[in-house]
């Protein structure tokens, strides 16, 4: 005899072919999946449904009342006659992390009027929640959270209102935009609300932290939702309070002691401040506290937390109680931050942890050695150490073998470390020791194998540079610049080379350019400036598609950059500094003609910066960084805008025009081609270089006059033509009033502001002596007509001259000669009227 207590439960037939018909609207796809549920789902058991994965029947009626499909790589789109609203006794609909391919959220879930758990979180749908969930009055749990703002609730209040029943509330990172919906108060059986980056205002009705039943506080994220922590009394059930990223203020209650329960803290980045309240070490049951980014002060003893495993202090004014017990370890701390919190030496309580895995004490006043003690316990775990931007001057016992087997990321950049090189840990992969004062070779870098980020920049290192630089396979980054290397540039990189920024600016390096360094094809900057690398153009550097920023500058490169035949295509090149070298030749017109991402305007507006892309652990990404002219003067960039598009030819031996195509880079901000041998006249296309902010045309031997359209160029800011043989009138008008003198000097047939030379009214642009200019009243003045006799006079003078050069020989008449050849060469500069 069969129990019926013990019997299976057989799913009803119109059920099962409800669900099978759903599984066939479906593709199931996805790389991180790893099941999906619905294969289980067979014709052959049609009449047993509830056998199938992801199913909860009754066991009394065999009626399908809990379906969960979450992570099951559904793909497609729910519409409004899915056979899911069919399946009528459902209490609980899990659909959350599947790909519902943009779609939204259709009409039909108020059907389901038994459901009190539902979950469509993570799941791709797009534009407004359907107002009738909000009739599901006997929901208990309701999660549409990660949507990414693509889910929009225009009225939150409306939509909560009859939801009286609810316990659980997630709509984190959903669009709602509107002020916090003060109805939730009402709401006091509570047990989680989460509200995470919706865009939420105003104020936040305190009465919610008193709720009788909450364990989960979430809020964060809402930049101008504002509100405080009010007293809180004891036995209040909160395990979890996060006000992260938002306008919270006011003190931390003494009171927080109360919330004997509470495991994770987090108030990061609001606007906190006061002191510190003691009763913090009571809450022996946190292992997540987060106060970064506030204003608070005072001592912390961080020793009774024996369950913290996350400590986040950074940018506060925090000191901690010294104890030297052995029993001081925190056998769960495995992170610790404490950046700009205005220390003055390491912190006693890290010398006895033995499991962490991120110490992170970066922008601080840390004037000591580095003491063996803060990695000696947690050698084995440690994974991240930022000790940069503090006064650090060496290693305890100058110990500069780091035993630290799994160390990968190492920071301890701008200090005043004086010792020779650290060798880098095994496992290392981000290795920065910049800005310090490091001496000695360089040689112990190749035992990184695994470097992707190498900064060694700002030091005092000498020797050549290892030939292993060139083979580590996974180096991305490599800066050596600033540093008294010495020798040639090794050839030594392989294919399949993985350099995406080369920065060797500021050595000694000599000889030239290393041809094998065409292997390394994703390769976006080079800055080899500042050095003695005796070279021609690199012209292979062409084939580097992906060449962003080439800087030779400073070096002693020369001969002709194009020859016949030239092919150059530097697609996305947005910076070339070629300046203070000795190429010849006239501009290289092939390789401008190839700069194509220089022919597309890019938008102002845009704060982006460039960097190379690292998917890694800790780094994301790394700026750029180069010294640049502009307008003038020499400026040190720690991140480079996107948007700037820079060409400097200066200061070479260039000759010829320049090229009509010139106009054809529109995106230009900066045009440096001063200290050339340029001849001819300026173009008129370069006034089709809208952006341009920085013009310099100096000390060459253009002439002609400068075209009137350049008035057109309103963002232009300096301008430079001064040393020229250029003539006529000066554009006016726009940025042209703004241009001092010291831009034009030195052109001795210009005229008009800002010069003091007045021009002629008969069209000629020419410039009367400054000597003899007269005030024009629109009428011939006296003056004007002798300076003509005067003109007149000094033209038979000339010719009197010339006849009297070859019939005076003897030494009395040699003033006479001497006398005319001087006034002819006046002749010639003032011009004939």
């Known amino acids: 005899m069969i129990h019926t207590s013990l019997a299976k439960p057989?799913?009803?037939?119109?059920?099962?072919?409800?669900?099978?018909?759903?599984?066939?609207?479906?593709?199931?796809?996805?790389?991180?999946?790893?099941?999906?549920?619905?294969?289980?789902?067979?014709?052959?058991?049609?009449?047993?449904?509830?056998?199938?994965?992801?199913?909860?029947?009754?066991?009394?009626?065999?009626?399908?009342?809990?379906?969960?499909?979450?992570?099951?790589?559904?793909?497609?789109?729910?519409?409004?006659?899915?056979?899911?609203?069919?399946?009528?006794?459902?209490?609980?609909?899990?659909?959350?992390?599947?790909?519902?391919?943009?779609?939204?959220?259709?009409?039909?879930?108020?059907?389901?009027?038994?459901?009190?758990?539902?979950?469509?979180?993570?799941?791709e749908f797009f534009g407004k929640v359907p107002s009738d969930i909000s009739q599901l009055s006997r929901l208990v749990s309701l999660d549409l959270s990660l949507s990414w703002f693509l889910l929009e609730m225009p009225n939150i209040d409306n939509f909560v209102q009859n939801l009286t029943m609810l316990r659980e509330?997630?709509?984190?990172?959903?669009?709602?935009?509107?002020?916090?919906?003060?109805?939730?108060?009402?709401?006091?059986?509570?047990?989680?609300?989460?509200?995470?980056?919706?865009?939420?205002?105003?104020?936040?009705?305190?009465s919610i932290f008193q709720f009788p039943n909450l364990e989960a506080l979430d809020v964060s994220d809402n930049r101008n939702l504002s509100?405080?922590?009010?007293?809180?009394?004891?036995?209040?059930?909160?395990?979890?309070?996060?006000?992260?990223?938002?306008?919270?203020?006011?003190?931390?209650?003494?009171?927080?002691?109360?919330?004997?329960?509470?495991?994770?803290?987090?108030?990061?980045?609001?606007?906190?401040?006061?002191?510190?309240?003691?009763?913090l070490g009571n809450l022996s049951q946190l292992t997540y506290l987060g106060l970064s980014g506030n204003n608070l002060s005072g001592t912390m003893d961080v020793h009774k937390l024996k369950n913290l495993k996350i400590l986040l202090l950074d940018f506060n004014n925090i000191s901690f109680v010294s104890k030297t017990q052995i029993n001081a370890t925190l056998p769960k701390l495995s992170t610790v931050s404490l950046v700009s919190c205005n220390l003055h030496e390491f912190p006693k309580f890290l010398g006895y942890q033995n499991g962490l895995v991120l110490l992170s004490l970066s922008h601080n006043k840390i004037g000591e050695s580095i003491p063996i003690e803060i990695w000696n316990g947690s050698r084995e775990s440690l994974l991240f150490m930022d000790l940069s931007h503090n006064l650090l001057t060496g290693f305890e016992n100058n110990q500069i073998n780091l035993p630290l087997p799994k160390l990968t990321y190492l920071d301890i950049s701008s200090n005043l470390l004086k010792t020779r090189l650290p060798t880098p840990p095994p496992l290392v992969q981000y290795y920065n020791l910049s800005n310090n004062i490091l001496f000695g070779d360089i040689q112990s870098i190749c035992r990184g194998r695994s470097l992707l980020l190498l900064d060694l920049s700002i030091n005092s290192l000498s020797g050549i540079i290892p030939s292993c630089l060139g083979n580590i396979d996974s180096l991305s980054v490599m800066n050596l610049g600033k540093n008294n290397l010495e020798g040639m540039i090794p050839h030594a990189f392989l294919k399949g080379c993985a350099l995406k920024i080369i920065d060797l600016t500021e050595n000694r390096l000599q000889g030239s350019v290393p041809r094998s360094m065409v292997n390394c094809t994703a390769l976006e900057y080079l800055n080899l400036g500042y050095n003695q690398i005796l070279d021609g153009f690199p012209f292979w550097l062409s084939d580097l598609i992906h060449l962003k920023v080439i800087i030779l500058k400073s070096n002693k490169f020369h001969g002709p950059i194009e020859t016949y035949g030239s092919q150059f295509n530097f697609s996305y090149l947005h910076i070339m500094?070629?300046?203070?070298?000795?190429?010849?030749?006239?501009?290289?017109?092939?390789?401008?003609?190839?700069?194509?991402?220089?022919?597309?305007?890019?938008?102002?507006?845009?704060?982006?910066?460039?960097?190379?892309?690292?998917n890694t652990s800790w780094v994301?990404?790394?700026?750029?960084?180069?010294?640049?002219?502009?307008?003038?003067?020499?400026?040190?960039?720690?991140?480079?805008?996107?948007?700037l598009m820079e060409i400097d030819l200066s200061n070479n031996k260039f000759e010829g025009r320049i090229p009509n195509l010139v106009g054809d880079l529109k995106s230009l901000m900066m045009l440096n081609l001063s200290n050339n041998i340029l001849t001819g006249s300026i173009p008129p296309s370069l006034a089709n270089l809208t952006m341009l902010e920085s013009l310099d045309l100096s000390r060459n031997k253009l002439s002609g006059e400068i075209p009137q359209q350049l008035a057109q160029l309103t963002f232009l800011s300096s301008f430079d033509v001064s040393h020229n043989q250029?003539?006529?009138?000066?554009?006016?008008?726009?940025?042209?009033?703004?241009?001092?003198?010291?831009?034009?000097?030195?052109?001795?047939?210009?005229?008009?502001?800002?010069?003091?030379?007045?021009?002629?009214?008969?069209?000629?642009?020419?410039?009367?002596?400054?000597?003899?200019?007269?005030?024009?009243?629109?009428?011939?003045?006296?003056?004007?007509?002798?300076?003509?006799?005067?003109?007149?006079?000094?033209?038979?003078?000339?010719?009197?001259?010339?006849?009297?050069?070859?019939?005076?020989i003897d030494e009395k008449g040699s003033w006479f000669l001497h006398y005319s050849k001087r006034m002819a060469k006046r002749w010639k500069r003032w011009g004939r009227h």
């Open 10 to 123: 057989i799913c009803h037939l119109d059920e099962s072919s409800s669900l099978m018909e759903f599984k066939q609207s479906f593709a199931t796809k996805g790389i991180s999946c790893v099941y999906s549920k619905v294969e289980s789902w067979s014709l052959e058991e049609y009449g047993d449904c509830c056998s199938w994965d992801g199913f909860e029947c009754n066991e009394a009626t065999g009626h399908v009342t809990g379906l969960d499909l979450s992570n099951s790589c559904l793909f497609g789109t729910l519409t409004a006659n899915t056979s899911l609203f069919r399946l009528l006794h459902l209490e609980s609909l899990n659909l959350g992390w599947n790909d519902f391919n943009s779609s939204s959220i259709p009409y039909g879930f108020g059907n389901l009027s038994r459901l009190r758990y539902l979950n469509l979180s993570n799941s």
């Open 169 to 206: 509330l997630d709509l984190s990172l959903m669009s709602i935009r509107s002020p916090f919906p003060h109805v939730l108060a009402n709401f006091s059986s509570l047990k989680s609300l989460k509200l995470t980056g919706c865009g939420l205002q105003g104020g936040f009705p305190v």
């Open 227 to 279: 509100g405080f922590i009010p007293k809180l009394y004891m036995g209040n059930p909160l395990k979890s309070l996060s006000l992260y990223g938002t306008n919270f203020s006011g003190e931390i209650p003494i009171s927080i002691r109360n919330l004997i329960f509470l495991n994770k803290l987090s108030i990061e980045d609001c606007h906190f401040s006061g002191s510190l309240p003691t009763s």
């Open 577 to 614: 500094d070629l300046s203070n070298n000795s190429f010849s030749g006239e501009l290289p017109s092939k390789l401008l003609q190839s700069s194509r991402a220089m022919k597309v305007i890019v938008s102002q507006d845009s704060l982006e910066y460039m960097y190379v892309f690292e």
């Open 620 to 643: 994301d990404f790394v700026d750029y960084g180069m010294k640049l002219m502009n307008k003038g003067m020499e400026r040190e960039y720690s991140k480079v805008p996107y948007a």
């Open 726 to 808: 250029l003539s006529g009138l000066i554009p006016q008008g726009s940025q042209f009033n703004t241009f001092g003198t010291d831009s034009f000097v030195m052109n001795n047939r210009l005229c008009g502001s800002p010069l003091p030379n007045k021009c002629t009214k008969d069209g000629n642009n020419l410039p009367l002596p400054p000597s003899l200019l007269e005030e024009d009243n629109g009428e011939e003045s006296l003056l004007d007509w002798d300076w003509k006799v005067v003109l007149i006079g000094v033209g038979v003078g000339f010719l009197i001259g010339v006849v009297l050069e070859n019939l005076i």
